[in-house]
T-cell receptor, first 115, second 114 residues
Framework: EAEVAQSPRYKITEKSQAVAFWCDPI?????LYWYRQILGQGPELLVQFQDESVVDDSQLPKDRFSAERLKGVDSTLKIQPAELGDSAMYLC?????????????FGEGSRLTVL | GDSVTQMEGPVTLSEEAFLTINCTYT??????LFWYVQYPGEGLQLLLKATKADDKGSNKGFEATYRKETTSFHLEKGSVQVSDSAVYFCALKGATDSWGKLQFGAGTQVVVTP
């Protein structure tokens, strides 16, 4: 069964350092989402891609966060510099172009701890 | 803006007990409503959905009915198993959203004991 792949699963870093997360969506899925889930809260959308284009990054803290999906396939989310409040689970999800109905397929997530 | 409120957990039940997780929403028009489940160590997965008022979504013994008059989408299961232990998220997709963006509730942890 096709899955959304994310790495690393766990990342511990010190504040002010740079960190990057990688996501490979299900093959053929044109839409890719990055969500952030703070402990005890629901996922919050950071950025959404349709192919290689950003369609929503209104909640992305652009002073320190960046995201790219250069060839419209896999994607990288970067944080520089990391702050203590960035400790969270970073979730990647994908969906197919003709099913922008809210049916998302999620990866297992990347858990970030900032010390 | 659109929002989802669900009951706080953890909810602790014995096996074969009846489960209800309350979910209410605030949104304009007719959003689509979802329940996602996150089993320990796994990613979120879609459990069920409803796209219009009075629709009932069902899957794996779980059911939820889209109630426009009470703006609710409560999740129910008649007889839970230990394997149903997970975190359950209620979510909505806004009526005017065309990109599949979801607004999630905070999640409710369910613990089922033998």
């Amino acid at each position: 069964e096709a899955e959304v792949a994310q790495s690393p699963r766990y990342k511990i870093t010190e504040k002010s350092q740079a960190v990057a997360f990688w996501c490979d969506p299900i093959s053929g899925h044109a839409t890719l989402y990055w969500y952030r889930q703070i402990l005890g809260q629901g996922p919050e959308l950071l950025v959404q891609f349709q192919d290689e284009s950003v369609v929503d990054d209104s909640q992305l803290p652009k002073d320190r966060f960046s995201a790219e999906r250069l060839k419209g396939v896999d994607s990288t989310l970067k944080i520089q510099p990391a702050e203590l409040g960035d400790s969270a689970m970073y979730l990647c999800a994908s969906s197919s172009r003709d099913r922008l109905t809210g049916e998302l397929f999620f990866g297992e997530g990347s858990r970030l701890t900032v010390l | 803006g659109d929002s989802v409120t669900q009951m706080e957990g953890p909810v602790t039940l014995s096996e074969e007990a009846f489960l209800t997780i309350n979910c209410t929403y605030t949104a304009t028009g007719y959003p689509s409503l979802f329940w996602y489940v996150q089993y320990p160590g796994e990613g979120l997965q879609l459990l069920l959905k409803a796209t219009k008022a009075d629709d009932k979504g069902s899957n794996k013994g779980f059911e939820a009915t889209y109630r426009k008059e009470t703006t609710s989408f409560h999740l129910e299961k008649g007889s839970v198993q230990v394997s149903d232990s997970a975190v359950y998220f209620c979510a909505l997709k806004g009526a005017t959203d065309s990109w599949g963006k979801l607004q999630f509730g905070a999640g409710t942890q369910v613990v089922v004991t033998p």
